[in-house]
């Protein structure tokens, strides 16, 4: 589309233009003057096609702007710093745009394979600032008009852009204007015989058809004019990708199409456009099985409209449809009639535009309407939510819909369950990430498998963050309900003590467990836990919450039946709030170093003298030797809110290698915990090296989660708590 010059006077004064920031029109101006590049972007008349478009639409200044940058690729780079410096509400539009053409590029990869649902579901989640819409619409429109300079091969690829994307977006968003020119225009060079066929039937009929419109509009408005109805009667344009859609769908000629005689009645009011549909029944025979109420129940697209169809003069049939002079707007222009509600600037109407802009996203997002037109031509949208889902690629462009927060497993399990068993590493965009990375919209995704394999338990553990896909735990579980119960036992066993001994608990009664789970023996709850209906960490809580509320029966206990009233403590001004002591206020409370109680555990306290009240946890050597000698020290406590986080020790103890410690601290900076000291000793053989670390945690759960990942890394044989 190269042209000698890009005369931007003429663009620059056209009337939608008027509306760009003074400053930056100048700016424009002077960027084309300087321009040394010339043969990129599109056309004058390209450009002015584009925005009469956007008046039609009713666009505002920005998006006029924005469209007219996008246009000439130097143009744009030359005045990105000043638009992201000065005008921060277009920048956003330059880069749905800019994100926009990714989802071209795919399309053009895929030579006109099925899947475009897909890449339109995409292309709603990388472009998030709505106003890209209609600029897209606005342009690609424009390109369709001035498409008969283009080679064959260009104009038929961008017919078939406009097929798959482009028409089904403008049908969604209730756009008739731009979805029949879209669609008449994409069918004409993707059919181009059938095309100049429909074309020549109605040029043929068009004497005869504008005769009879003639005479239905003269009878009709004698019939309204009659009843005191004030109603504006005209014949509806023909589309000729429509028409031959119902030749297909009815499989009749074209003769046979009773809606190619048909007229439209404009009314003032609601009241009136059923008084209207009673003359016109009145006047002619009605066909029962053809008419539908829009106005009762509207179109997902809020499209409105009362259509009827009659035996009209000559024994013909006659197509009618009524509505007011607004659902006509709304109709034209679908929800680009609800934008102009920004140009009053008043508050109300503000919040009135912002409520049309979530109604324009709900739209988008939403389901197909059962009994919809059949006007599209390559279907509609049937999506969730985008803002959860996500929409990542295969390595041959194919889109891949999952939930937020999907992980290259899930990708995996998606593709194919084999492929899912036998991942044994990804790449994201070339590069490779972890297994439980989580993946955005418009990532491009390579999975590594091996010859054979099968799932990891741990990939069950919710803790661990691989698996996101209710779907894809369910293909994991199907794996290991297959084993037999034995294996399972087993590997239940080995979970479940991996997680007690991080939180100090090997060897506890799991009594707690059964009861709160309902399950019969300790083989049950192994199982569970195999099959990942239970996690461990689940199982571990459980445990912890008993040993609490013993321990805090035992020390009421103990409160009650002392007799001996311990001296009063120094008055010392208390800590933040990470404590509540029952009963006694004004004391400095400190975690005892022996035990590093961590916020969500059990724990007790103890009265000392001068130093306040030292915390333990209740299984603690130390305090259960004090609390022995006197019992009556022994206070109540509870964890108060959230502190700025709590020191705990842990041991690593892994095969010595190189980027051991590189992979150790990256992990725990992205688990939100702090490294506070570290020492390194390798063991007499050098194989292995024991690491010993301070960390500062939020509280034991994220301690048992962090516990977890650092015993997933490659050569590491335990990693637990000190």
């Not at 017919?159 to 977006?169: G, K, Q, S």
């Not at 539908?292 to 409105?304: E, F, G, H, V």
């Amino acid at each position: 589309m190269a042209t000698p010059s890009l005369p931007l006077p003429e663009v620059l004064a056209h009337p939608a233009a008027t509306g760009v920031p003074a400053s930056l029109r100048r700016a424009m101006q002077q960027a084309a003057d300087t321009s040394a590049d010339t043969a990129q972007g599109d056309p004058p008349d390209v450009i002015a096609s584009m925005l009469d478009a956007l008046a039609m639409l009713g666009a505002d200044g920005d998006t006029v702007a924005a469209g007219m940058l996008h246009t000439h690729p130097q143009w744009e780079a030359t005045l990105r710093p000043m638009v992201e410096r000065d005008f921060p509400s277009i920048a956003p539009l330059l880069e749905g745009q800019r994100a926009a053409e990714q989802v071209w590029a795919l399309h053009a990869e895929r030579h006109g394979q099925a899947g475009n649902e897909g890449l339109r579901r995409l292309l709603l989640a990388i472009v998030r600032d709505l106003r890209v819409v209609p600029i897209l619409l606005a342009r690609q429109l424009a390109r369709m008009r001035h498409a008969e300079r283009l080679p064959e091969d260009e104009r038929r690829e961008l017919a078939m852009l406009t097929r798959d994307i482009h028409a089904p977006l403008a049908n969604r968003l209730g756009i008739w204007q731009l979805k029949w020119e879209l669609e008449d225009l994409a069918f004409r060079y993707l059919e181009p015989q059938t095309y100049q066929q429909i074309a020549r039937l109605l040029d043929e009929k068009r004497g005869d058809r504008e005769r009879y419109i003639e005479e239905v509009k003269r009878t009709l408005r004698e019939a309204m004019d009659a009843q005191g109805l004030k109603a504006e009667i005209a014949g509806r344009p023909k589309h000729i990708y429509s028409i031959w859609k119902k030749m297909q769908r009815k499989n009749v000629p074209i003769g046979e199409l009773y809606d190619l005689r048909a007229v439209r009645v404009l009314v003032d009011g609601l009241g009136d456009c059923y008084a209207a549909l009673g003359v016109v029944h009145a006047t002619w025979t009605p066909i029962p099985s053809e008419f539908d109420d829009y106005i009762a129940r509207p179109k997902r697209n809020d499209y409105r409209s009362l259509h009827t169809a009659v035996i009209g003069p000559e024994g013909k049939t006659l197509e009618v449809q009524i509505r007011t002079h607004e659902m006509h707007r709304q109709a034209e222009l679908g929800v680009a009639a609800h934008w102009k509600y920004k140009e009053s600037g008043s508050q109300s109407a503000d919040a009135a535009f912002d409520r049309k802009i979530a109604w324009m996203r709900r739209l988008l997002e939403g389901g197909t309407e059962a009994g919809r037109e059949d006007g599209s031509l390559a279907g509609e949208f049937d999506t969730e939510l985008v803002e959860d889902r996500i929409y990542v690629l295969t390595p041959k462009g194919e889109v891949i819909d999952l939930p937020a927060g999907a992980t290259p497993l899930d990708f995996a399990y998606h593709v194919h369950t084999e492929v899912g068993h036998r991942c044994r590493g990804a790449k994201v965009d070339g590069r490779i990430v972890p297994l439980d990375h989580k993946l955005r919209s418009g990532d491009r995704v390579e999975i590594m498998t091996a010859k054979t394999g099968e799932p990891r338990r741990d990939w069950l553990v919710v803790a661990n963050g691989f698996l996101a896909s209710s779907r894809s735990r369910d293909k994991v579980r199907a794996w290991f309900h297959k084993l037999d119960r034995t294996r399972n036992e087993a590997a239940g066993k080995e979970l479940l003590d991996k997680e007690l001994r991080r939180l100090g608990l090997l060897g506890a009664d799991l009594a707690p467990a059964r009861e709160k789970f309902n399950l019969a023996n300790d083989g049950e709850v192994y199982v569970q836990v195999a099959l990942g209906d239970i996690g461990p960490h689940q199982v571990g809580r459980a445990l912890l919450e008993h040993e609490r509320a013993a321990a805090h029966a035992a020390t009421s206990a103990a409160a009650s039946t002392t007799v001996t009233t311990p001296p009063p403590p120094r008055r010392v001004p208390k800590r933040s709030a990470d404590f509540t002591v029952e009963g006694v206020g004004n004391l400095l409370v400190q975690l005892a170093r022996c035990c590093q109680p961590l916020p969500g555990e059990p724990i007790v306290g103890y009265l000392t003298r001068g130093r306040g009240v030292s915390v333990h946890r209740p299984g603690c050597t130390a305090f259960e030797r004090l609390a022995a000698a006197q019992p009556q020290r022994v206070l109540p406590v509870e964890w108060g809110r959230a502190g700025s986080g709590y020191e705990v020790d842990i041991e690593v103890l892994a095969l010595d290698r190189k980027w051991l410690l590189k992979e150790v601290t990256n992990l725990i900076a992205q688990g939100n915990a702090h490294v506070m000291s570290i020492r390194s000793d390798v063991e007499r053989n050098g194989a292995r090296v024991r690491l010993r670390l301070r960390l500062r945690v939020g509280d034991y759960g994220q301690l048992s989660t962090l516990l977890g990942k650092l015993a997933s890394l490659p050569g590491v044989e335990h990693a637990q708590r000190r």
